[in-house]
């Protein structure tokens, strides 16, 4: 495996689901990051970690929970969602999570959908 | 508040040249980048913009002016295989990435 991965890429879960995203890079990198993407809106960052520490949270619904085990591996543990939070959610990697020239690495993302 | 903007969809068409615009407001400036994203799969990068003037890498180009908060990517020589969204994202002065929404470019034959 190469780059950033996740899985699952598709996810459909009802609101009163529990459920988990999880992304895998094999880059080497110190800097992780989760975003949301909606149809025709920015990318939302939810969640950077930085050495497998949380440093930055974006005012997230408690009903998302990031877990950073180890540098290479993150992810997105989700409970009672709402349908608004349907969306592609992309991780990504960075060789640190601050500096200019700070080009991110995005796995392929995850399509959720909640009913 | 932060502000990037750009076009939401282009057309062009094969062969031909195009040139998608990015204008930002943000907290401080420390670099632009260009991502290409095909529809279902992840942003990768293009290029980074740091000084003013003109980015050229193949047939995609990049350009900055920083005093005009304005930048635009240029792509010659169109394929069918560039159709794809391209996201625009500035770096603030905290050294965070502001994203714009995106341009979807659609290419016709």
């Known amino acids: 495996e190469t780059g950033v991965t996740q899985t699952p890429r598709h996810l459909v879960m009802g609101m009163t689901n529990k459920k988990s995203l999880k992304c895998e890079q094999h880059?080497?990198?110190?800097?992780m990051y989760w975003y949301k993407q909606s149809a025709k809106k920015p990318l939302e960052l939810m969640f950077v970690?930085?050495?497998?520490?949380?440093?930055e949270n974006n005012s997230v619904p408690s009903r998302f929970s990031p877990e950073c085990p180890n540098s290479s591996h993150l992810f997105l543990h989700l409970h009672t969602l709402q349908p608004e939070d349907s969306a592609l959610y992309l991780c990504?990697?960075?060789?640190?999570?601050?500096?200019?020239?700070?080009?991110?690495?995005f796995g392929p993302g995850t399509r959720l959908t909640v009913l | 508040g932060q502000n990037i903007d750009q076009p939401t969809e282009m057309t062009a068409t094969e062969g031909a040249i195009v040139q998608i615009n990015c204008t930002y407001q943000?907290?401080?400036?420390?670099?632009l980048f260009w991502y290409q994203q095909h529809a279902g799969e992840a942003p990768t990068f293009l290029s980074y913009?740091?000084l003013d003037g003109l980015e050229e890498k193949g047939r995609f180009s990049s350009f900055l002016s920083r005093s005009k908060g304005y930048s635009y990517l240029l792509l010659k020589e169109l394929q069918m295989k560039d159709s794809a969204s391209y996201l625009c994202?500035?770096?603030?002065?905290?050294?965070?990435?502001?994203w714009g929404a995106g341009t979807k470019l659609i290419i016709k034959p």
């Open positions: 990504a990697s960075s060789q640190d999570s601050s500096g200019a020239y700070n080009e991110q690495f």
């Open positions: 880059l080497g990198h110190n800097a």
């Open positions: 994202a500035v770096v603030d002065s905290n050294y965070q990435l502001i």
């Open positions: 913009n740091v």
């Open positions: 943000t907290s401080g400036f420390n670099g």
């Open positions: 970690y930085s050495l497998e520490e949380r440093v």
